[in-house]
């Protein structure tokens, strides 16, 4: 069954008292947020929680899940979607469905998307949505809560993992990033190049409210929030798995290959799927049901491991990387080129 809820976030001009981080990461990929002063605001966020097969109780999960019917024995996956998308989609209602097999499943609309209100700020603001997510999450009993996104929603969940690594009341346990940029103002394709176009112009704001039925914020970034590459060495100890087509049309292959290099030796993989294009449209059954399997055997880890090690590694997180410069359309950098300087071994299916 789906329980539908709604929470109030913190709107395009203030955040509200659990604020995702430092002032510094805020800002908008391609789009914008209100500048500085503007008004406080709050709006609606979506919000659904899919319990069938895990915690309902009688013979579908007895037969399926014997002994994990305590919600603190159970893992809860919150699916962070792609810009234009939401949680009517039918391919986030797929992957819902297939996550649902193995765990408990919170999926959500950001902001200016779908039946939440405010404005899109296309990657910015959204850590607050997610967090907002999390931990509604949490309040089910869940003891570990692992987020999943898909290209803006993936950017999202590594930035959340970041500046929320020690909120135990909103923090993720697993970060699963599927086609997600590294770095901000990519123009290196022509869907991009598009992209930018609808976000940045003003009638193709227009085409993005009407057409795509996203409502997207008028402001640019300011100040420009922290790349994922960079977000990315302050998750460890918290597993990634970065997931990317080698068909896909937006973001080439230097991307994931960068954000797998970012990471904290051992604390990422990278899967290149053969044929993938973009995000959850292109991500069929058996990958994500590939996703479900890597994201029970990290969570069954975590529990072997328990809290003592996640402590520990905190201690000895790595600083940030250095990234690539704003408003360039990002050069080669760090992981470009067929595996070059990763480290971590590409997985291809």
Do not use: K
Not at 81 to 89: A, E, L, N, Q
Not at 92 to 103: E, K, L, P
Not at 117 to 143: I, K, M, P, Q
């Amino acid at each position: 069954m789906y329980e539908p809820c709604t929470a109030d976030v913190a709107g395009d001009g203030a955040a509200d008292g659990a604020s995702p981080g430092p002032p510094a990461d805020r800002g908008n990929p391609v789009g914008g947020i209100a500048p500085a002063g503007a008004a406080p605001s709050t709006h609606r966020t979506d919000l659904t929680h899919r319990t069938d097969r895990v915690h309902r109780t009688g013979p579908t999960e007895g037969a399926d899940h014997p002994h994990r019917s305590d919600p603190a024995d159970r893992t809860v996956v919150v699916i962070a979607h792609g810009f234009t998308g939401s949680v009517d989609r039918p391919a986030i209602r797929q992957a819902a469905a297939v996550f649902a097999r193995g765990a408990a499943v919170v999926t959500f609309s950001f902001r200016g998307h779908g039946a939440s209100g405010g404005r899109s700020t296309v990657g910015d603001r959204e850590v607050l949505d997610l967090a907002a997510a999390v931990r509604w999450a949490r309040t089910f009993g869940h003891r570990r809560v692992v987020t999943i996104g898909f290209s803006m929603g993936g950017s999202v969940v590594v930035r959340h993992a970041a500046l929320y690594r020690d909120r135990p009341d909103a923090r993720t346990d697993a970060v699963v990033s599927v086609s997600s940029p590294a770095r901000w103002y990519y123009r290196g394709t022509a869907p991009m190049r598009r992209l930018h176009w609808v976000v940045t112009r003003p009638f193709g704001r227009v085409v993005g409210r009407v057409g795509l039925h996203t409502r997207i914020h008028q402001y640019d970034w300011d100040p420009v929030p922290l790349p994922p590459v960079d977000a990315v060495p302050l998750i460890a100890p918290v597993p990634l798995l970065v997931v990317h087509g080698d068909r896909d049309p937006y973001f080439p292959l230097d991307h994931p290959r960068m954000l797998a290099a970012a990471a904290a030796e051992g604390a990422a993989e990278l899967w290149i799927e053969p044929g993938m294009g973009h995000a959850e449209n292109a991500a069929e059954e058996p990958l994500l049901a590939r996703i479900a399997a890597w994201v029970t055997e990290r969570a069954d880890a975590d529990a072997d491991a328990g809290t003592d090690d996640r402590a520990a590694g905190r201690a000895d997180r790595a600083a940030p990387g250095a990234g690539t410069a704003p408003g360039g359309d990002g050069g080669a950098g760090p992981g470009a080129g067929p595996g070059a300087g990763t480290g971590v071994p590409e997985r291809r299916q």
